[in-house]
């Protein structure tokens, strides 16, 4: 098989000439679902060691061994840019991790704000969610899914050097307000369903490095203001700028 489409994010160290065991789960989806054999191609990279191609040794129904080849593309780091969200429903929640790691953030944050909908999350799927997310796109980097944290308590030690881009649903319909905005280590808020409250608002307006954002005319579900926000901000200040 020459043109390997398979893409597998694992945790060894990936060099030309490593071997890397698999666990019970990637030998069921490699040699089970996906149904590969011995000296199929397939790509794999760690987050640290950009993407190699690599080919079954060893494939068990509980178990494999890859061999890995050489290197198809050296890791890119997404831009310094963190997601911080209120959690909602479930699979929106899910949709939001996923697409943040499409769309290239460097780290995603959940936060639990006064009108958030729900403030338990399994911080472990949604780190599975943002692996499957960067397998499927073709990323070399996972993005760290952090455990939820109280909003007041991220913007009372919120860092000098990061900026935060508040989506503030009560610009709606003004110009966004990122035409002065600079390159740099930056970070997106997104509010829950019920938006933020006077107190969330007031902590916000405080911090020096905090720049309200309008993402348009109309008011957006939390899932798609997460998307716009990343696209106005990855196509001004990001990689595809
Ligand atoms: N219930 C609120 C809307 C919340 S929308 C209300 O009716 O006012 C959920 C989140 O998406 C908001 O907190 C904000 O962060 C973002 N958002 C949605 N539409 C937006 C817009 N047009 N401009 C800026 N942020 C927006």
Redesign the pocket.
């Known amino acids: 098989m020459a043109d390997a489409k398979i893409r597998l994010c694992v945790e060894h160290d990936l060099a030309a000439g490593n071997s890397v065991p698999l666990d019970r789960d990637q030998a069921n989806y490699l040699f089970n679902v996906m149904r590969l054999g011995v000296g199929a191609h397939i790509l794999l990279f760690n987050s640290r060691d950009g993407e190699f191609l690599a080919e079954v040794a060893d494939a068990g129904k509980r178990r494999g061994l890859l061999a890995v080849l050489h290197q198809t593309k050296p890791l890119q780091m997404p831009p310094d840019l963190w997601l911080l969200?209120?959690p909602i429903k479930k699979a929106r929640t899910d949709f939001i991790v996923e697409k943040a790691a499409e769309m290239g953030a460097a780290r995603i944050c959940p936060v639990q704000t006064e009108?958030t909908n729900s403030d338990r999350i399994r911080q472990d799927k949604l780190q599975a969610h943002a692996m499957e997310a960067a397998e499927q796109c073709g990323g070399t980097y996972v993005p760290e899914v952090a455990g939820i944290a109280k909003l007041r308590s991220v913007l009372e030690t919120w860092p000098e050097d990061r900026r935060l881009m508040?989506?503030?649903?009560?610009?709606?319909?003004?110009a966004p307000g990122l035409a002065q905005a600079k390159r740099g280590k930056w970070a997106i808020?997104?509010?829950?369903?019920?938006?933020?409250s006077d107190a969330e608002r007031a902590a916000l307006s405080k911090i020096p490095q905090s720049l309200?954002?309008?993402?348009?005319?109309?008011?957006?579900?939390?899932d798609?203001?997460?998307v716009?926000?990343l696209t106005l901000w990855q196509s001004k200040l990001g990689d595809w700028a």
Do not use: H, K, N, Q
């Open positions: 969200f209120a009108y508040f989506c503030d649903e009560a610009l709606a319909g003004r808020l997104i509010g829950p369903e019920g938006g933020f309200p954002v309008s993402l348009g005319p109309r008011i957006l579900r939390a798609t203001a997460a716009a926000a």
